[in-house]
């Protein structure tokens, strides 16, 4: 079965600062990553994947991500935080290949980055 | 391109009642998922919808039941709702070569 776990609910950081939030997978087969972000009364964007490749993943408004199969981690960072990244971080895992919309979601780690 | 639609965005039931929620998918894509985001939680798949089948299902009641339309829109239904059903609902859709779905707005429901 496939799962993802974010063990932080919440994450402070200052305006400026790095910014990095935390996910881990279970998955049977190879492992289809998501991060997407929520904002309040509003539906989820996505901002980046991890399908194959480079461990490093870019994606929207700054973000990265990096793939670490050995601690099976797929931690979402930013190298400044705004104030405008506060939202509702959520960590997914595709069911596979071919179900191409089907999706495990975390729990999500809400971002709070103050001026 | 408007993107995933879902209507209404907003809507109050009483327990006992039915409701249809409906989805336009973005343009071009015919695959279609539907999600219920409860309160403080992540998003749990209800059933995906190709080619005007239902092809995978979660974890729901056949409370929930669904349908997709030959121009790849959709609609949810609930029937005999319980309190419990209050959350957000949210539509998903992508095309079957790509890897990652796009999704509405979502429809509030508050089930009284």
Redesign the interface.
Known sequence: AQSVAQPEDQVNVAEGNPLTVKCTYSVSGNPYLFWYVQYPNRGLQFLLKYITGDNLVKGSYGFEAEFNKSQTSFHLKKPSALVSDSALYFCAVRDGAYNFNKFYFGSGTKLNVKP | DAG?T?SPTHLIKTRGQQVTLRCSPKSGHD???WYQQAL??????IF?YYEEEER?RGNFPDRFSGHQFPNYSSELNVNALLLGDSALY?C?????R?????????T?LTVV
């Open positions: 995933v879902q695959t279609v998922s403080g939680q992540g998003p749990q798949f995906q995978q949210l998903a859709s992508s095309l079957t790509n890897t990652e779905a796009f999704f509405g707005q979502g509030r």
